[in-house]
């Protein structure tokens, strides 16, 4: 019964996956969101690079004294995202979420990623 639950999860990966693709202008900014963490990171479909990477786990969001599960832990990733993406000279992104609904954490993440100067 597991063989066939992963093939239905990966099927379904690739109908959602077929509609958002990044490249080089205009890259693709994928959300994880585990249980205690939120990793979110640039992602150039086309040669499989990921250009720019930020998460709960770096150090300067972990110097914050917040946890790291909340919604701001969430925007202050996007905003550091963001300030990486644009000393790289990205401002356009299509968003990722990962089949997962746009609320809570991943909403933040994308409020404070649109604060700092990306454009979805």
């Known amino acids: 019964m597991t063989k066939k639950v992963k093939k239905l999860y990966t099927q379904q990966k690739k109908r959602y996956l077929k509609k958002i693709v990044g490249n080089l202008e205009k890259p693709r900014l994928a959300v994880f969101r585990s249980h205690n963490h939120i990793y979110a990171q640039l ?32 925007y ?32 933040n993440l994308a409020e404070g990623a649109r604060a700092d100067g990306l454009i979805f």
């Not at 202050?76 to 954490?105: C, H, M, N, T, W």
């Open 43 to 74: 992602i150039d479909d086309q040669t499989g690079t990921t250009l720019v990477a930020s998460s709960t786990v770096t150090k300067n969001i972990q110097l914050a004294d917040i946890s790291t599960a909340t919604q701001k832990a969430a």
């Open 76 to 107: 202050l990733v996007g905003q550091d995202l963001a300030k990486k993406a644009i000393q790289k000279e990205i401002k356009s992104v299509v968003f990722d979420r990962g089949e997962k609904p746009y609320q809570g954490r991943i909403k």
